[in-house]
């Protein structure tokens, strides 16, 4: 069967399952694409500040070479990171991730966060002092308004944003000239952003999970929890219909309409997240059961940003985001 898709604003379909390939390591990222796209996959997720790029590129140059897929039948994602947000700077940095991923136009560009650090070659500038990230003083909206400059160029067909709260996709909606097609974030059920994303729906923009299965670098810290992937009700749902636990968080996310991009470089784990998930339903109780573990419970709370105006989740944020002019 074909992976369903998710259609976007923009008129262009969007493959319902992609391949992420944060924390990829670049020796084995071309190897996991390629398998990727013998399984069936043609959705990648990629960004600058993964430093992989140009491995995703030469697996999928050597595919398209082959003759197995073409350019229009994948849909390649990349992202702008913090250090590129000054306007003058978008276009080279989306220009960089077009050369290293070898392609001529990117299927969606995403603003990977609403802050801006400091310019400059260092993608992680930091006080010495305090270990916290170095910002400049740059509106997300100037950036936007450079990447709206990307899809009349030709660029890119479709831009979006990463890590935005309500407050900011709602100001983005006010004034952008082109609105966002889709909004990446993390998204599991310890943290279901419910609130979050029936904005987006209400506004036709399309949602990506990140992390849906919750994450092995970054250790929850409720005490008490189980990992994602270990937690009892999972388990048991998983049972129950003689599933993974990470089928499960996968079907329970595409079955309310949020892409996912699971990442893997395990052939199998690759094939499983992209076959075994759309051949049966989780029923309303086994649903209702999985909500209930919302506890805003954030794996990625990106504290070196902490301080920033543009900060989308720090504790009290939401009050500074109001006090920024619109």
């Not at 923009?10 to 190897?31: C, Y």
């Not at 506004?203 to 990992?227: D, F, M, R």
């Not at 990106?302 to 989308?312: D, S, V």
Request: charged letters at 20%; aromatic letters at 10%; one cysteine or more.
């Amino acid at each position: 069967m074909s992976t369903p898709s998710f259609l976007l604003s923009s008129g262009r379909n969007m493959p319902m399952v992609g391949l992420g390939t944060w924390r990829s390591p670049p020796e084995v990222v071309a190897q996991a694409v390629k398998d990727a796209i013998d399984i069936g996959y043609r959705h990648f997720d990629c960004a600058h500040i993964y430093g992989n790029e140009l491995h995703v590129g030469v697996a999928i140059r050597e595919k398209i070479q082959e003759g197995l897929v073409t350019r229009d039948e994948l849909f390649i994602t990349s992202k702008l990171w913090n250090t590129f947000h000054k306007p003058e700077l978008v276009r080279a940095a989306c220009e960089t991730s077009l050369r290293n991923l070898g392609i001529d136009y990117l299927d969606l560009y995403l603003m990977h966060w609403p802050m801006a650090y400091k310019s400059g070659d260092n993608l992680y500038p930091t006080c010495p002092d305090t270990g916290k990230a170095v910002f400049e003083d740059i509106d997300y909206l100037d950036t936007w308004k450079a990447m709206e400059d990307l899809v009349d160029s030709g660029l890119v067909n479709a831009i979006g944003v990463s890590n935005f709260n309500e407050k900011q996709i709602n100001r983005l909606l006010c004034l952008a000239k082109l609105k966002p097609v889709m909004l990446q974030i993390e998204c599991h059920p310890y943290l279901r952003q419910k609130s979050l994303i029936t904005l987006c729906y209400d506004n036709a923009i399309g949602v990506t999970a990140y992390s849906s299965l919750g994450s092995g670098h970054t250790p929850y810290e409720k005490p008490g929890s189980y990992p994602l992937l270990q937690n009892p009700i999972i388990v048991s749902v998983a049972e129950k219909y003689g599933r993974t636990p990470a089928q499960v968080l996968l079907r329970y996310q595409t079955q309310s309409g949020i892409i996912v991009i699971p990442r893997s470089v395990s052939k199998q784990h690759m094939h499983d997240n992209f076959k075994r998930i759309w051949d049966f339903q989780l029923a309303i109780d086994d649903v209702k059961a999985i909500d209930g573990l919302d506890c805003n419970g954030r794996f990625m709370t990106m504290k070196a940003a902490y301080g920033h105006p543009h900060h989308p989740f720090e504790p009290g944020q939401n009050s500074q985001e109001q006090n920024v002019s619109l």
